[in-house]
């Protein structure tokens, strides 16, 4: 059976669906699009969204699972506004995430673009607050661990360290009621690249559900680091790798200004 099935009857001959295939696999006999090479196929769905008319289908990336995109766009200043308030938030409430709000978020999460459109990722979510404080207390212990050894970052891990110790003050996950886990394929080579995407997507999307987020970046160091009883803790399935983690919650503050970074650093290339 053909990869892609055209409705003559539709197709306005226009080669879009051609011209946007990431691999060249259709192509035009007297402008009707054609393909039948599957197996190279990564199921963007672009060929079949593309279509004017839909006109078009295609057996991996159906034309019945596809949405109609709305008309209305942002404007650049509203996306502006979108892009520059996302913060990374590290003071939450202890109020419960919503099942059906972190099913919400995910679910868009998902949609993030992966190499080869290889996708992969999977979530896993700990919300049980004794799990989440021994994740804080072995994060902890394994930088004290890095500070006995020098490492560079010893003098980070130190203050940290020194935090928790004196005022139990936990700056590794926040106090956040919520802390989710991407995972992947232990052999899966994208899986660090596409996790970074998914959970961009995932604190992006997070403030219109009215939640904040924060990438945990040094309780991934700590698990990559190989600490024993932290991996045991975040219980990843055999066969599976850790690939990122954030923190996820109700923030506690607003922010009412947005914080400027460093000049832009760009260069043109002429010939
Ligand atoms: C890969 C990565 C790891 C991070 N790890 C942590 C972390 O462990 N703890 C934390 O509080 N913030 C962490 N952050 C958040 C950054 O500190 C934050 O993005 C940066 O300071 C800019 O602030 P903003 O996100 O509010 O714009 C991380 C961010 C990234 C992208």
């Not at 994060?139 to 139990?168: F, H, I, L, N, S």
């Not at 970046?217 to 680091?225: D, I, K, Q």
């Amino acid at each position: 059976m053909d990869l892609i099935t055209v409705d003559h009857s539709l197709c306005i001959r226009c080669g879009r669906c051609a011209a946007v295939c990431p691999r060249g696999l259709i192509h035009l006999e007297e402008q009707w699009p054609k393909s039948q090479v599957e197996e190279l196929c990564i199921a963007c769905g672009q060929c079949v969204a593309v279509c004017p008319v839909a006109a078009l289908d295609n057996r991996l990336a159906p034309l019945a699972g596809q949405t109609a995109a709305p008309k209305q766009t942002f404007t650049a200043e509203a996306a502006y506004q979108f892009l520059r308030s996302r913060r990374s938030i590290r003071c939450f409430k202890q109020t419960p995430v919503e099942r059906s709000k972190l099913l919400q978020l995910l679910d868009l999460a998902r949609l993030a673009p992966s190499g080869g459109n290889s996708q992969g990722i999977g979530y896993q979510v700990i919300e049980n607050r004794a799990v989440l404080e021994q994740i804080t207390a072995e994060t902890v212990a394994w930088m004290e661990q890095q500070v006995e050894q020098g490492v560079a970052a010893a003098k980070v891990y130190a203050q940290y360290a020194a935090m928790y110790r004196k005022t139990g003050r936990d700056s590794i996950l926040r106090s956040a009621p919520c802390l989710v886990l991407a995972t992947a394929d232990a052999s899966f080579v994208r899986a660090r690249e596409n996790s970074h995407f998914t959970l961009a997507y995932a604190e992006l999307y997070a403030p219109a559900l009215g939640l904040g987020s924060c990438w945990a970046g040094l309780l991934e160091s700590a698990a990559y680091g190989g600490h024993a009883p932290l991996l045991k803790l975040l219980d990843i399935p055999a066969g599976r790798q850790l690939s990122g983690a954030i923190m996820v919650g109700y923030p506690e503050f607003k922010f009412p200004r947005w914080p400027d970074r460093k000049p832009l650093d760009v260069r043109f290339v002429e010939d």
